[in-house]
């Protein structure tokens, strides 16, 4: 190998790494761009060091996915299974040196799998429910106090509940509550089509509806236990507002979103449970 071609190589390796830490910034989501271009650093430099930096970079962008993968348990086995299906076929192809096959299986099974989850994200981005459909006041929640969020599904089943500090402007439009407020918000977007809406109230929560604050708090994990009790404690006051979406299975509430805006103690919980 010349002088020429042993530096392009090492370029490669030195690619792999960089990209592996790129990964970070990325959730991981570049894992198959970086195997492929680790592997091929691997197969063609002999040098021991640019295979470290090849295998380093593949290594880090692998453990940058890992938080985004675990919180999906259902799909762990399904996708090692075809991982290890498609990671053998791309090195059988690249020993055997039939280029052309490894292009098509390297590049084609990654790029569609990018493909769908840009469009996922972009997808999930335009239907969501922005704050100003729930709480009908130009803010954003976003200064989080304690969250916690359980493993969730392939279907998406799992808890999440999240305190914020509550911003200023939603508070305004909570202490000047009028009809409007009442009757017509919170609104969801698209991606909640098909459930029901339970409009502000004003607490204390309704004894009538128990069913559905006992299946938005029927979580017993001890580390939500404070945040839960400040809910309960928030539902029983006249300072505090409550609304939710939910869907109902026969009777049985199947899953719910539940907001509750406590003025006394400048708090917005925001609560996901589905079964």
Same mark, same amino acid.
């Given at each position: 190998?010349?002088?020429?071609?042993?530096?392009?190589?090492?370029?490669?390796?030195?690619?792999?790494?960089?990209?592996?830490?790129?990964?970070?910034?990325?959730?991981?989501?570049? /894992?198959?761009?970086?195997?492929?271009?680790?592997?091929?650093?691997?197969?063609?430099?002999?040098?021991?060091?640019?295979?470290?930096?090849?295998?380093?970079?593949?290594?880090?962008?692998?453990?940058?996915?890992?938080?985004?993968?675990?919180?999906?348990?259902?799909?762990?086995?399904?996708?090692?299974? /075809?991982?290890?299906?498609?990671?053998?076929?791309?090195?059988?192809?690249?020993?055997?040196?039939?280029?052309?096959?490894?292009?098509?299986?390297?590049?084609?099974?990654?790029?569609?799998?990018?493909?769908?989850?840009?469009?996922?994200?972009?997808?999930?981005? /335009?239907?969501?429910?922005?704050?100003?459909?729930? @709480?009908?006041?130009?803010?954003?929640?976003?200064?989080?106090?304690?969250?916690?969020?359980?493993?969730?599904?392939?279907?998406?089943?799992?808890?999440?509940?999240?305190?914020? =500090?509550?911003?200023?402007?939603?508070?305004?439009?909570?202490?000047?509550?009028?009809? =409007?407020?009442?009757?017509? @918000?919170?609104?969801?977007?698209?991606?909640?089509?098909?459930?029901?809406?339970?409009?502000?109230?004003?607490?204390? @929560?309704?004894?009538?509806?128990?069913?559905?604050?006992?299946?938005?708090?029927?979580?017993?994990?001890?580390?939500?236990?404070? &945040?839960?009790?400040?809910?309960?404690?928030?539902?029983?006051?006249?300072?505090?507002?409550?609304?939710? @979406?939910? =869907? =109902?299975?026969?009777?049985? &509430?199947?899953?719910?979103?539940?907001?509750?805006?406590?003025?006394?103690?400048?708090?917005?919980?925001?609560?996901?449970?589905?079964?």
């Amino acid at each position: 190998m010349t002088t020429s071609d042993k530096s392009s190589v090492s370029r490669l390796s030195t690619l792999t790494l960089w990209l592996g830490i790129g990964s970070i910034f990325l959730c991981g989501l570049p /894992l198959p761009l970086v195997i492929i271009v680790g592997i091929i650093a691997i197969v063609l430099e002999p040098g021991r060091e640019a295979r470290v930096r090849a295998i380093t970079g593949m290594l880090v962008s692998a453990a940058c996915l890992t938080p985004v993968f675990m919180q999906a348990p259902a799909l762990h086995r399904p996708f090692i299974i /075809l991982f290890a299906v498609w990671l053998v076929w791309c090195l059988n192809r690249l020993l055997m040196k039939r280029w052309r096959q490894f292009l098509a299986v390297a590049v084609i099974p990654p790029a569609a799998v990018a493909a769908f989850l840009v469009f996922a994200l972009f997808y999930t981005y /335009l239907e969501r429910t922005t704050d100003a459909q729930l @709480f009908n006041a130009d803010a954003d929640v976003h200064e989080a106090t304690f969250a916690y969020h359980s493993d969730r599904s392939f279907t998406g089943d799992g808890y999440s509940i999240v305190e914020y =500090k509550l911003p200023q402007a939603i508070r305004e439009r909570f202490l000047a509550c009028d009809e =409007k407020l009442l009757t017509e @918000f919170p609104q969801h977007g698209s991606n909640r089509n098909g459930w029901s809406t339970s409009y502000w109230k004003r607490g204390p @929560f309704d004894a009538a509806q128990q069913k559905f604050i006992g299946f938005a708090l029927g979580i017993s994990e001890p580390e939500v236990s404070d &945040v839960r009790a400040k809910v309960l404690d928030a539902l029983s006051k006249p300072t505090t507002f409550y609304a939710f @979406f939910y =869907k =109902k299975n026969d009777d049985r &509430v199947s899953d719910i979103d539940f907001f509750v805006v406590d003025l006394e103690n400048n708090r917005v919980y925001m609560i996901n449970s589905n079964t």
